[in-house]
């Protein structure tokens, strides 16, 4: 069977959020069929990293974002555009994608997020992967940010397409029941979900050390992507919030923030006594395992964080927002421990705090079995692959 798989971004290497989970798709489709990848290259390192797939794609294209793609994107904005949607328009990867569909017939596609999904030839049947309902974090930015009316209007364009392509596409889906549902209450078609999953071989108790740099101190850790506005509420919220109290009663107690582009208002946080901001670093395992726990008050949070599955994994606990733990649904991890409010961080955070942890030998089960990537690959093969069946008997019916 031959896919065309459409993505934003080069789902290479598998170290971010966007990244893994396509990483993981490609990989579950090209073990059966072959495998054609399109897709946005940030910079000129996406573009090295995007000739590293062709071990599973037989072919590759990167298109490359260019410098005043943002410029363009805004006054398409202006004109009445989504500008999420307008930061992906490209004339070239449309007229690649003309040209390989004229010299090869595909079976099915696959858009991984709503923007490529203009892309998708004409009568091809193909599964949308939204990951999550975007214009919801729009809409929740509206709330929060300055101007609020500007974010709202792009909450509204931006669902409307949502909306649209779902509709268009044989099958939508998502990576929580939740994210489902909530596609479901403003559109029609197939929606389904497919959760996240982790590389455990990776992300294992036992597949890292601490080093001697890190051993014996007291430090809570938050990890992410560091010019992201919910990552950068959610540190700006803890480190005046909550962090000065545990101070009070931690005199030693340290606040480590992991994560590249660290913004201004970050940097700044390491100003403050006990608070380090690092940076982007080679591995952000030994920071996740040499700590009392990590802590994610996202106040903003649409899918499965993978930050948390990894902590999760590796048998550290997480201290997360109610908003981080809905995402998981009524099944909420053991060792996800729920935070609606600042009293409930003063008063969990300090068992973790005041003894050493006893770290496991091996992933706790739980997360084992609902987060492997190997069952919840299967289950996006098998979706995929049914799509491409039930076009295929279609063409045959008299």
């Not at 964080?305 to 994994?313: G, I």
Request: overall charge positive; some cysteine.
């Amino acid at each position: 069977m031959n896919v065309l798989y459409l993505s934003h971004c080069v789902p290479y290497p598998p170290n971010k959020g966007e990244k893994i989970r396509a990483y993981h798709q490609l990989r579950a489709l090209a073990e059966k069929h072959s495998l054609h990848l399109a897709c946005f290259a940030r910079n000129e390192e996406d573009l090295k990293f995007a000739e590293q797939l062709r071990s599973y794609c037989d072919s590759v294209y990167a298109e490359p974002v260019g410098s005043l793609a943002m410029a363009s994107a805004l006054l398409r904005f202006l004109a009445g555009s989504s500008i999420n949607m307008a930061l992906f328009e490209s004339r070239s990867l449309r007229k690649y994608i003309a040209a390989l569909s004229k010299k090869m017939h595909f079976d099915v596609a696959v858009a991984y997020t709503v923007p490529v999904a203009t892309y998708m030839p004409r009568d091809l049947p193909f599964v949308l992967d939204l990951v999550d309902v975007d214009s919801e974090k729009w809409f929740q930015y509206a709330k929060m940010r300055t101007p609020g009316s500007l974010y709202r209007i792009e909450a509204e364009r931006l669902r409307a397409m949502e909306g649209r392509y779902s509709r268009a596409a044989s099958s939508a889906i998502l990576t929580t029941y939740n994210e489902a549902a909530l596609l479901r209450s403003f559109t029609s078609g197939r929606i389904g979900y497919v959760e996240n999953g982790v590389n455990f071989e990776v992300f294992h108790p036992t597949a890292v050390k601490v080093p001697p740099e890190l051993q014996g101190r007291r430090y809570l850790v938050f990890v992410g992507t560091m010019d992201y506005y919910p990552n950068i509420d959610a540190v700006l919220w803890f480190a005046k919030a909550i962090f000065p109290e545990l101070k009070n009663r931690f005199p030693d107690v340290e606040f480590l923030i992991v994560g590249h582009r660290p913004t201004r208002e970050v940097s700044n946080l390491a100003q403050l006594p006990g608070i380090t901001v690092t940076g982007g670093v080679p591995d952000i395992r030994p920071y996740i395992l040499g700590s009392r726990a990590m802590v994610a008050p996202l106040r903003i949070a649409r899918g499965i964080q993978n930050k948390v599955l990894e902590a999760l994994a590796l048998g550290v606990r997480v201290f997360g927002s109610a908003e981080v733990c809905i995402t998981f649904g009524e099944k909420v991890p053991a060792d996800l421990i729920r935070c609606i409010s600042e009293r409930d961080y003063l008063t969990n955070l300090p068992s973790a705090l005041e003894r050493e942890p006893a770290r496991a030998q091996s992933v706790p089960d739980e997360i084992y079995q609902r987060f492997n990537w190997e069952n919840n690959g299967a289950q996006f093969l098998s979706m995929v692959e049914e799509v491409a069946g039930s076009h295929r008997a279609q063409a045959v019916l008299p």
